[in-house]
Nanobody, 114 residues
Framework: VQLQASGGGGVQAGGSLRLSCKATGINFRLYTMDWYRQAPGKQRDLVASISSDGTTTYADSVKGRFTIARDNVRRMLHLQADSLKTDDTATYFC?????????WGRGTQVTVSS
């Protein structure tokens, strides 16, 4: 299983970014996919999840601002991040659990400046 994230970068507060994650090595449509983030010196936290049937869940801190989506044909996971705040600055990771193991992408950095 390989997860390759992209789309991070620097943006001013109030701006938007779209993160993407390409999944290979799994039957993508069958698995729940997640975005996590980790700020320096802090634990890695769940940001959003999307199940195989398209059900989505969000951390309270991003509800109404972030949207998770999946493209089962292209095996892509996306995170549309709008109205970004400085507190959203972190490395963002895509994640899935397969065969009893956790798989993580390398991470993509999001930096929001005031």
């Amino acid at each position: 299983v390989q997860l390759q994230a992209s789309g991070g970068g620097g943006v001013q507060a109030g701006g938007s970014l779209r993160l993407s994650c390409k999944a290979t090595g799994i039957n993508f449509r069958l698995y729940t996919m997640d975005w996590y983030r980790q700020a320096p010196g802090k634990q890695r936290d769940l940001v959003a999840s999307i199940s195989s049937d398209g059900t989505t869940t969000y951390a309270d801190s991003v509800k109404g601002r972030f949207t998770i989506a999946r493209d089962n044909v292209r095996r892509m996971l996306h995170l549309q991040a709008d109205s970004l705040k400085t507190d959203d600055t972190a490395t963002y990771f895509c994640h899935t659990r397969h065969g009893g193991r956790d798989f993580w992408g390398r991470g993509t950095q999001v930096t929001v400046s005031s």
